[in-house]
């Protein structure tokens, strides 16, 4: 079977760490041309994405991994030309541009795939498949990293648009809507918002859902100064406890470290990429990133410490 050429437009480190080297590994895609704004990347690498996917032979996909601003744009063109879309989380900056692109796959046509990468660990998988049909005592997130580790340089995740922590903490909110047994609803926030930026540094939320006895509380931090700490730890009315740890890397269950394998994140991804174009599917959930609207929909402003700024 001829392999999907498929191109990667807003070519940076996340695309070099993840998704090359899953590509790279799948039989049924062929890397074909990447774009950046600097022009660097491997294959041809152009720095006008309008200009990759009218001069590329054989396209047929793309995987749009820039910052979330310009993704809408760059998808809709995308989907006009005909091509098979994967969409780097967040799949857009706003519900409204996430929602459009979700009802455009249905006039053209094309997959549209919007990714959540932490939800594809084994272990993620093994604790959904835990809590099906249980009741939940309480739930724990804790989502603590140095921005300056993460993110060094990045001044665009402060601008509006930019997310702040919601841009790792929207990967706990992926796992969470993904393991419980139940729809998710924020009842407050508190947004730590530094005094010379635009978006929050912490988060502290509130979290109901009717499948829910006790409290479910999210603390998204980057102000962490050594190590991370990407934590789940979900405890059901019948007994269970359960933790994923290292960003859903690892399950414990009632304290016993369970083994979960499989392919890891990115591979998964694209082989249900694959899956969803052969089937001329399309995969747009975007309950993460409601659960980030509405903690500023009713979210609390506090001032914070000013961040350095490059």
């Known amino acids: 079977m001829k392999p999907i050429g498929i ?11 993840q998704h090359v080297p899953a590509i790279d590994t799948n039989e049924r895609f062929q890397l074909l041309a990447t774009s950046s704004r600097s022009g660097a990347g491997p294959k ?12 590329v032979e054989g396209l047929e996909a793309v995987a749009i991994t820039t910052p979330p601003g310009p993704r809408t744009e760059i998808a809709m063109a995308c989907a006009t030309a005909g091509l098979h879309i994967l969409l780097e989380k967040p799949p857009a900056a706003t519900l409204s541009e996430a929602q459009a692109l979700s009802s455009v796959t249905e006039c053209r046509e094309v997959t549209m795939f919007a990714t959540w990468h932490a939800r594809y660990n084994p272990a993620v998988l093994a ?15 804790t989502w603590h990293e140095d921005v300056n580790k993460w993110h060094p340089g990045q001044g665009w995740i402060w601008e509006p648009g ?11 909110l992926s796992i969470a809507t993904a393991i419980f047994p139940g729809d998710l609803f924020v009842k407050s926030a508190d947004l730590h918002i530094p005094e010379n930026a635009q978006t929050p540094i912490a988060v502290e939320a509130d979290l109901a859902s009717p499948a829910a006895d006790g409290p479910l509380n999210c603390s998204l931090d ?5 190590g991370e700490e990407w934590t789940i730890a979900v405890e059901t009315t019948d007994g269970l406890h359960l933790s994923l740890e290292r960003g859903g890397a690892d399950l414990s269950v009632n304290g016993v470290s369970q083994a979960c394998d499989g392919a890891g994140e990115y591979p998964s991804i694209y082989a249900r990429f694959v899956d969803l174009i052969d089937n001329r599917q399309s995969d ?4 993460p ?15 914070a410490a000013a961040v350095e700024r490059a």
């Open 7 to 17: 191109a990667i437009i807003g070519y940076g480190k996340i695309a070099a760490d």
């Open 162 to 172: 930019g997310f702040g922590v919601f841009d790792p903490g929207i990967n706990a």
């Open 284 to 287: 747009m959930d975007l309950s």
């Open 127 to 141: 604790a959904a498949d835990l809590l099906v049909g249980k009741r939940i005592a309480s739930m724990r997130i």
């Open 44 to 55: 041809p690498c152009f720095t006008d994405w309008r200009a990759l996917i009218h001069d």
């Open 222 to 226: 980057w102000r962490r100064g050594e």
């Open 289 to 303: 990133l409601r659960l980030v609207a509405d903690c500023l929909l009713v979210g609390r402003r506090i001032q």
